[in-house]
């Protein structure tokens, strides 16, 4: 029962990986034509309360007990982090950046989960801050392409999303939330619930989009984006480490970019097509190095299987 255990989470693995590694690169595109006829933030609320609605409902169907005052509370802080300040910044970064250069521009951010892993007692070995420099230093060399020259407002909003995304990815495994999928749904419920009062705080329009395609991209967001991405993250996260969840970062940029070229004919200064890979480059390097150091340390390690 044990080894079958074992492997039907193995399995599960496998599966979250693949989702996070293949849906979450087509969702930059799925932003880009979403926000060209919906507010970002009413884009982003509307469609973080409407898939935490659905899984809630299901969940509750299921006799899945309501998360504790506290759950709430975690659920609440990450839901802002993650949901709001990261991928809400994307989306507002969007109107102006290209989905595969904000892709690729995101590729930094284990390295940047790494550097917050030493606010909470672990700093990086000499080999990882190494990775964290080659990584820094590239990513400068991205910024000062033409594609993301043009534009300093989405820039900055794109490294503030990475910055909070590492952040919330650290600190899900130190704060108190519900287990499963109750809760990254109640993030989500309550990371939407924020995204749409700070829409209407700045006055976005809550007017619906006449565009078929926009009402497209609003649906694989909330199905396959949040539904079914998120919450592989997230379990990737509960029942793995954030290491290996965070390896969606090598796939994803290769992914958005041809996504982008494909279907929305954009097109990459040279500068992300060069850095990019030394951004990636830099994140293996990162990856092994910890693999390295968890390996040396078999008494520490624990698995949920």
Not at 51 to 70: E, H, K, N, S
Not at 185 to 194: H, Q, S
Request: glycine share 10%; net charge neutral.
């Amino acid at each position: 029962m044990c080894e079958n255990d074992r492997m039907g989470s193995r399995w599960l693995i496998a599966i979250c990986l693949a989702s996070v590694y293949i849906i979450w690169g087509t969702t930059y595109y799925a932003i880009k034509v979403g926000v060209s006829d919906a507010a970002p933030y009413f884009l982003v609320g509307t469609r973080f309360v409407v898939a935490g609605g659905i899984l809630i409902l299901f969940l509750r169907l299921r006799r899945v007990p309501w998360p504790t005052l506290a759950q709430w509370r975690g659920a609440a802080i990450l839901g802002v982090i993650l949901l709001v300040m990261g991928l809400g910044s994307v989306t507002v970064a969007e109107q102006w950046v290209s989905s595969g250069a904000t892709v690729a521009l995101i590729s930094v951010m284990p390295l940047m989960a790494a550097a917050w892993s030493g606010v909470f007692g672990r700093w990086p070995q000499p080999i990882e801050w190494l990775a964290i420099a080659v990584g820094a230093g590239a990513t400068l060399f991205m910024v000062a392409g033409a594609d993301l020259r043009a534009s300093p407002l989405g820039t900055g909003l794109i490294l503030l999303a990475c910055c909070a995304w590492a952040f919330g990815s650290v600190l899900t495994s130190r704060i108190e939330a519900a287990h499963g999928a109750m809760g990254f749904a109640a993030e989500m419920l309550i990371g939407g619930l924020v995204a749409l009062a700070i829409s209407a705080a700045i006055g976005e329009s809550w007017a619906l989009p006449d565009s078929a395609p926009v009402w497209w991209a609003w649906a694989y967001l909330v199905v396959f984006g949040s539904l079914i991405a998120f919450s592989a993250y997230r379990t990737l996260i509960e029942i793995a480490n954030p290491t290996l969840a965070a390896t969606y970062a090598y796939v994803n940029p290769p992914v958005a970019l041809l996504v982008g070229w494909w279907l929305g004919d954009e097109r990459f200064s040279p500068n992300v097509l060069i850095g990019l890979p030394i951004v990636l480059g830099a994140v293996g390097l990162l990856a092994w190095a910890q693999f390295r150091t968890a390996a040396a340390k078999p008494v520490e390690a624990s698995s949920p299987v």
